[in-house]
């Protein structure tokens, strides 16, 4: 079952336990909006929201967190700045006479819903970490006063569907990453007053909006070329810089994407540098039409060949995977390890000093040295598999089930209950919450002798497809990293359908609040305390690559997972965790300026670890983020901007971290570079394996100034 039909599974069940329990449970609220708060509460992961109840309740006259009715039916749900995860439910268009919805600066992830409320009159979303693209279905909107999808990870092309929406006042698209021209329907918003476009990769010309009543308009920092029409000058407040502006008429782009389509239409690769700003050319339009009808019956072929291909493969896998007993070994059919990169170091020997090793790293192909490379086909989320570098299949032993949890009896972290985890976080209180990521929040746990724990509950859709069995393998395989750089695992709560994994808590928090949020600790960071920061994650790594058995594959390297504790030692996070990553993963990393350019093609080696670790390194040189929207447009992706820089000595000490005050050598500080150069090399095969980088580092520490 993939993704898409789980979520259509969860709204059958909300829809059937709802429905069954109409006369007890709806009272006096509209059922159909029972069912549809039901299902967005569900999608959401169960956030800690008064009222809100699963299946069933009366939400206008039990005064629901959040929700504002009128009569029967509810008319808004306004939960901004509630620090929600999960994502949107699909049926959220059932709603039957909604016309607000405010769920802006939260963290839900995932797509837009295909099918919106047509009652809607305005919708906040902003502030969240939505990807995917703006449905076509904003047309059936026609009461639409006011949208705002900003700041989030938006991508392809704005849809041609505003001829509907002649009551759209306001329209906020900023911060995104979209492409394209913009959709001739743009003229018919009549009222349009304030209209925001800024820092996307919006192409064409301007002319859709000269006729529009606007009183605000943003472009800045896109792509828009040709002339300005004059009638836009008039606005009172028009921003307009960082864009490619000529005195030279441009002919508006034909009304399809220029850049390549997929299964889905998709915007131009963002890679590891950035977003690309050149411009592709646009063929005519006679040769257009021809091209297309081309591309499209070649394009037909080749997908039905790939199709023919991954049903032979598929069948073989499930075929030779139900031959694999417990304990052998085989190839993995998500991850495989060639042969030149077995070996790898025991986990007691400690590398050597390599003494006849030149003070200078290579800057070029490492061809001379064996490099370890994987290839990955996309896992199907159901049945889920432990991503390694070897497929082991691991059952605890013995497996003792009862009706409140499940334990396991191999060295056995400690089972936790939902009522003392409860307990230790106050009812998993705001005042307890220590962050939110991909996976879902933190949240800081006491236990009565004092101690502090840290609870990861996982709140994402994917997670809770598991089943207990298979939460409890992962248990005891993450229970097997033993690495005092990685994040020990003390406990777990499998109970009542959640899941939730209990960690040592770490008392200085994260890298990433360490360099760009508390300046307290900031201003501990010496350059040798980075390095050594450096190192010690590259050891956390070279033990996931190398070490342990089965190997591991980080997948979500950066450094909000990089945790520091009292003596500010690295421990690196959620490791052995990756096959609870969404679908969104890759599109999120590759926004936040982590991910290598690989990921575009959907490949995800152990060099992609190398990748993230190349840039987490940069953030310790320059106390910049990874991405920063803040900034210029050239620099607000930090691996785009760096590179050029890493080989000239005058501009990379111009590039440090001033709260460093020049406190280093010129020689450390160019070693530093080059490793960073060698990480983040464009071609996954260039990049050296980890073991290597560990040796880098380590002779980095024992170097004399």
Request: proline letters at 7%.
């Amino acid at each position: 079952m993939g993704n898409s039909e789980f979520k259509i599974y969860m709204v059958a069940v909300v829809g059937l336990l709802s429905v069954s329990s109409i006369p007890n449970c709806f009272g006096f609220t509209d059922p159909s909006d029972v069912i549809a708060i039901n299902s967005l509460y569900a999608a959401l992961g169960f956030p800690p929201l008064l009222g809100w109840i699963l299946a069933g309740g009366d939400p206008c006259s039990e005064g629901w967190q959040g929700v504002q009715c009128v009569n029967s039916n509810i008319s808004g749900i306004v939960l901004n700045n509630a620090s929600l995860g999960g994502e949107l439910s699909e049926n959220l268009g059932a709603f039957a006479s909604i016309i607000q919805i405010d769920l802006s600066n939260n963290h839900i992830g995932g797509s837009i819903p295909t099918y919106l409320p047509p009652t809607l009159k305005t919708l906040f979303l902003s502030g969240n970490e939505l990807t995917g693209s703006i449905p076509e279905s904003l047309s059936v909107l026609a009461q639409l006063t006011d949208l705002s999808l900003n700041n989030n990870h938006l991508r392809g092309v704005i849809p041609d569907s505003f001829q509907q929406l002649t009551a759209l006042t306001n329209l906020d698209l900023s911060a995104n990453n979209l492409s394209g021209p913009l959709p001739l329907s743009m003229a018919n918003l009549s009222s349009i007053s304030t209209l925001h476009l800024n820092d996307n990769y919006l192409t064409g010309v301007l002319d859709v909006l000269q006729d529009l009543p606007l009183i605000d308009l943003d472009i800045e920092n896109n792509l828009f070329s040709g002339p300005i029409p004059p009638k836009l000058l008039s606005i009172p407040n028009f921003r307009s810089k960082g864009n490619p502006f000529n005195t030279t008429v441009i002919s508006s782009p034909p009304a399809l994407s220029p850049f390549p389509l997929t299964f889905e239409s998709q915007p131009p690769s963002v890679d590891a540098f950035g977003p690309s700003s050149s411009e592709l050319p646009y063929p005519s339009k006679s040769r257009l039409s021809k091209t297309v009808v081309w591309v499209a019956i070649v394009g037909f072929l080749i997908l039905v060949l790939l199709a023919l291909g991954f049903y032979i493969f598929v069948s073989r896998w499930r075929k030779e995977k139900s031959t694999v007993k417990v304990g052998d070994h085989t190839k993995n059919s998500m991850l495989t390890v060639s042969s030149s990169y077995r070996s790898h170091r025991k986990e007691n020997e400690t590398p050597s000093n390599d003494d006849e090793r030149n003070d200078s790293l290579p800057r070029s192909k490492a061809g001379e040295e064996k490099t370890e490379k994987i290839s990955k086909n996309p896992p199907p989320p159901f049945p889920p598999q432990l991503l390694t570098g070897e497929r082991t299949v691991v059952k605890p032993e013995p497996f003792q089930t009862t009706d409140q949890n499940i334990s396991i009896d191999i060295d056995s972290p400690r089972s936790f209950s939902i009522s003392s985890l409860q307990q230790y976080t106050n009812s998993f209180s705001q005042e307890n919450l220590i962050g939110r990521g991909m996976l879902g929040t933190v949240y800081r746990a006491q236990l009565p002798n004092g101690k502090l724990l840290a609870v990861k509950k996982l709140e994402h859709a994917d997670s809770r497809q598991w089943s207990d069995e298979d939460f409890m393998s992962m248990v005891s395989n993450v229970l097997k990293f033993q690495n005092e750089n990685i994040v020990g695992l003390v406990g777990y709560c499998c109970e009542h359908g959640q899941r939730l994994f209990v960690y040592e808590h770490c008392k200085n928090g994260t890298l990433h609040e360490a360099l760009h949020l508390d300046e307290d600790i900031h201003e501990k960071l010496s350059w040798k305390a980075r390095v050594n920061m450096a190192l010690q994650a590259a050891k956390a790594l070279e033990y996931m690559h190398e070490v342990c058995q089965p190997l591991v594959v980080h997948r979500n390297f950066k450094s909000a997972n990089i945790l520091l504790d009292e003596e500010l030692n690295v421990r690196v996070s959620d490791c052995g965790l990756a096959p609870l990553l969404p679908l969104s993963h890759i599109s999120q990393l590759q926004g936040s300026g982590y991910g290598a350019p690989e990921l575009e093609s959907g490949s995800y080696t152990y060099q992609s670890d190398v990748y993230s670790f190349g840039v987490v390194m940069l953030e310790l040189l320059t106390g910049r983020k990874a991405h920063d929207r803040s900034r210029a447009r050239g620099e607000q992706y930090l691996v785009r901007w760096a590179v050029p820089r890493l080989h000239d000595i005058e501009a990379l000490s111009r590039m440090v971290d001033p709260s460093l005050d020049a406190a280093y050598s010129s020689k450390s500080l160019s070693r530093f570079a080059d490793i960073i150069s060698l990480c983040v090399q464009a071609e996954p095969e260039f990049r050296p394996p980890m073991s290597e980088i560990v040796q880098y580092l380590e002779h980095m520490t024992k170097m004399k100034d």
